[in-house]
């Protein structure tokens, strides 16, 4: 428990993202788009220079003491994310370009296996694009509907509803951790323990969870859980589908290729087991290795005090925006990451968000992949900030002046 | 890039509190909607062509202030003017705004619309300036549907 006395050190945190100390429009930069995109401290971002300049070859290639060498960096990030998230084994790691390629690739490969004509797949209604269109497209192949778990005016899933919602046709069951959108966090156990009492196994959609809080596959029992390198103080390129090895031992390998394979002839290739029957080619090794970085520098931090930090900031800002008159929060459930969307009267989004960037706050102006969840509260876009371990009380006073200020140049 | 509080002068905030020829004309002989995908602006644009002239010209919509004001402006200037002409102006408005044409000296046409010159400096709200003048250049075309991809 004493680290939990002990507060971060934002002021020495700070010190690690160059980008913090950016002068854009004449004015500091306020980097609240952490949802976005994560920085990168230096630590993650010289570990991949240092790959790339001293280590650099291929992976799983040859004999060569280089490739040797590359090839155990990139193995101990895949253990690194393992510990990180509590899974099991390594080999329930697999490594994908982000968080949809994941998707993807279980919907490929999993859905395309499992998936009939009458059968469903039940999704919430908070769900990312990236949670929704590769169902929306496997449903079509196969005659298959999308059912959807409807939510309350605060943001809230109707968990009620699954009683109902999941029949002997569902076949996969979809949720996001934590809203983009909303900063609703999900009680994700609870959905899995309901599903998996119906027989319906789990993806979770894990994108804006990790970087916010502690997962432990063990004890949520997901069947799937996707992420991204990059929302993780990590870089692009890289994310992670965690799936219980038993499910993905069962699956088909998705993209054929080098690197995945067992061996080879003209009459038949026989596949490696997971997690390399599913990464096919080269894969983005500095990321994988960036992305092992990251993970230490968040667990050095610690994801408690970060999660206690993060919380403070949420509820302050809170108070704060919700103090300006005509600004309305949207997403209130009682759970929240540090995720704020918001919407003012009179004033679009996307004006709101050209104003907030002359101002070098950096936020999100739009539908954050997230079309459903605005029809759903009736707002064509919404103005999002959102908050990471290395924002401050005085960047939230920007913001809020910065919203003042747009507002009065409206009236 | 300068500070986006210059293209929100008065004249922009103006017509997107209170839209100019908002709403559609029933008995229209050209008609269609413009999408911003990237935004979610929508426009809906109705016109009355006789004789080679924009007679009438009305727009229905949601969307930013950019998008709006821009719409406002650009029905009022059209009205009443040859097609040929209300074409000609939404090249040189396309121009403008991608930097491409000097405000003023190569854009004879649009008068006051310069005032639009400074979206130029902002990349990502191009399209919203620019929708209006797409949907137009659709509806004249005859075709239903203009979208800003």
Redesign the interface.
């Known amino acids: 428990m004493s680290t939990l006395l002990q507060p971060l050190d934002v002021t020495a945190i700070r010190k690690d993202f160059p980008l913090l100390s950016r002068v854009l429009?004449?004015k500091p930069v306020v980097y609240l788009d952490s949802a976005v995109s994560g920085q990168m401290p230096l630590p993650v971002i010289e570990r991949m220079v240092k790959y790339e300049r001293d280590e650099h070859t291929n992976v799983h290639r040859g004999v060569s003491t280089l490739s040797q060498q590359a090839t155990d960096f990139y193995e101990a990030a895949r253990e690194k994310v393992r510990k990180f998230i509590g899974a099991g084994s390594s080999k329930e790691i697999v490594w994908t370009r982000g968080t949809t390629e994941a998707i993807n690739l279980v919907a490929q490969t999993y859905g395309r296996r499992n998936v009939q004509a009458g059968d469903e797949i039940l999704l919430s209604a908070m769900e990312h694009h990236a949670n929704i269109v590769p169902w929306q497209m496997l449903a079509e192949e196969k005659g298959a509907t999308l059912k959807v778990i409807p939510m309350t005016d605060d943001g809230e899933l109707i968990l009620e509803s699954l009683d109902e919602l999941i029949t002997h046709r569902t076949k996969l069951l979809g949720v996001v951790h934590v809203s983009n959108v909303l900063g609703t966090v999900n009680p994700v156990k609870a959905i899995i323990a309901k599903a998996h009492a119906r027989g319906v196994p789990v993806l979770v959609d894990g994108a804006q969870a990790v970087p916010h809080l502690q997962v432990d596959m063990r004890d949520l029992d997901a069947d799937f859980y996707v992420f991204s390198g990059h929302k993780l103080s990590g870089p692009t390129g890289i994310g992670v589908l965690y799936g219980k090895l038993e499910l993905l031992e069962a699956m088909p390998p998705w993209h054929g290729g080098g690197s995945m394979i067992r061996n080879v002839t003209w009459a038949k290739t026989t596949y490696l087991g997971a997690p390399g029957k599913f990464e096919a080619g080269t894969p983005p090794i500095a990321a994988a290795i960036g992305l092992g970085a990251a993970l230490d520098y968040i667990t050095e931090l610690g994801l408690t005090r970060i999660a206690a930090y993060e919380h403070e900031l949420l509820v302050y800002a809170t108070k704060r925006l919700e103090g300006i008159p005509g600004l309305r929060i949207l997403g209130t459930a009682k759970e929240k990451a540090s995720v704020i969307s918001f919407v003012v009267e009179?004033?679009?989004?996307?004006?709101m968000g050209?104003?907030l960037?002359?101002e070098g706050v950096v936020v999100r102006a739009?539908?954050h992949c997230a079309?459903p969840v605005?029809a759903r509260f009736n707002v064509?876009?919404t103005t999002r900030a959102s908050f990471a371990y290395f924002n401050t009380r005085e960047e939230v006073d920007v913001l809020v002046s910065a919203v003042i200020k747009a507002i009065e140049?409206?009236k | 890039?300068?500070?986006?509080?210059e293209?929100?002068q008065q004249v922009i905030?103006e017509h997107?509190?209170k839209p100019r020829n908002f709403g559609t004309l029933e008995a229209c002989t050209h008609h269609a909607e413009g999408h911003n995908p990237?935004?979610?602006?929508e426009l809906d644009l109705t016109l009355i062509v006789e004789n080679g002239l924009v007679q009438d010209i009305k727009f229905k919509g949601?969307?930013?202030?950019?998008d709006v004001a821009s719409a406002s402006l650009m029905t009022g200037a059209v009205k009443g003017r040859p097609v040929a002409e209300a074409e000609a102006m939404a090249e040189q408005f396309r121009g403008m705004v991608r930097g491409e044409l000097e405000p003023g000296t190569q854009t004879p046409l649009l008068g006051k619309l310069t005032l639009f010159s400074g979206v130029k400096d902002?990349p990502?709200?191009v399209k919203?300036a620019v929708l209006p003048w797409a949907t137009l250049h659709a509806a004249l075309k005859g075709e239903a549907e203009a979208s800003t991809e």
């Open positions: 429009n004449g009179g004033i679009h989004p996307h004006d050209s104003l960037d002359g739009g539908h079309q605005m064509p876009a140049l409206f | 890039m300068s500070d986006p509080r293209l929100y905030l997107n509190k990237l935004c979610g602006d949601s969307g930013c202030a950019i902002l990502s709200r919203c």
